[in-house]
């Protein structure tokens, strides 16, 4: 059963009798906004909201995967596409997945973004979530609901990942900016290190 995470909530990655997961992965989905057209006709309008997720060693940026870098450099964070519409049939429009174990030893923070690139607000986005599964079994592990804390926002610092010893644990953020892409909100991200 999955945890509905609020704000600065964690949760730690080791399953049951103490093994660690070795692979998770994050996934963004949403839906298509209703507009009024002509006449008073709803109509659906693509919304383009893009994940990120930037690799840390320390408080310094040494990666990053997004709709522009599909694969880090190490390859064990692996980005799905851009997708830029939203809707569809499955949960997710765009997933990255994460190989913890093929990270390098360095790296000891994942910090996972969501803006809308076309600068529409949150707000009226429907279905608009992020959610951690085990990527081995595709088992939820936790649920952000960006439709309910996202208001008149373009950003959001959604997650992080940290290592805490040999073990990973993850830290719902949930902090709101503006920004087209991650690159715009250097400052928000930065208070998370």
Same mark, same amino acid.
């Given at each position: ?13 080791e399953?049951a009798?103490?093994a ?6 994050l996934?963004?989905?949403?839906g298509m ?15 383009d ?6 690799l840390f060693?320390g408080?310094?940026?040494?990666? $990053? ?7 880090s ?5 692996r ?8 809707g569809?049939?499955?949960?997710d429009?765009?997933? #990255?997945? $994460? ?7 360095q790296?000891?923070t994942?910090i996972?973004?969501?803006?809308s690139?076309?600068n529409?607000s949150?707000s *009226?986005i429907?279905?608009?979530?992020c959610r951690l599964?085990?990527?081995?079994? *595709? ?5 952000f609901?960006?439709?309910?804390d996202?208001?008149? !926002? ?7 990942? !940290? ?5 990973? /644990?993850m830290?719902? #953020?949930?902090?709101?900016? !503006? *920004? ?5 909100m *250097?400052?928000?991200?930065?208070? /998370?290190?």
């Amino acid at each position: 059963m999955a945890v509905n995470l609020s704000k600065g909530e964690k949760i730690s990655l080791e399953k049951a009798g103490g093994a660690g997961l070795s692979k998770v992965a994050l996934g963004l989905g949403w839906g298509m906004r209703q507009e009024k057209g002509w006449f008073g006709r709803e109509k659906e309008v693509e919304v383009d909201l893009d994940a990120s997720c930037l690799l840390f060693s320390g408080n310094k940026a040494v990666d $990053v995967v997004w709709f522009r870098q599909l694969q880090s450099r190490c390859g064990a964070i692996r980005h799905s596409g851009d997708d830029r519409s939203g809707g569809g049939n499955s949960a997710d429009n765009e997933v #990255i997945s $994460v190989d913890l174990s093929h990270l390098p030893g360095q790296v000891d923070t994942l910090i996972f973004t969501v803006n809308s690139f076309l600068n529409d607000s949150f707000s *009226g986005i429907p279905n608009a979530t992020c959610r951690l599964l085990d990527a081995a079994t *595709g088992r939820e592990l936790a649920r952000f609901n960006l439709s309910l804390d996202g208001g008149n !926002y373009t950003g959001m610092v959604m997650a992080k990942l !940290y290592r805490d010893g040999d073990a990973w /644990h993850m830290q719902a #953020i949930g902090d709101k900016g !503006y *920004g087209r892409t991650f690159d715009q909100m *250097g400052e928000l991200i930065t208070r /998370h290190l």
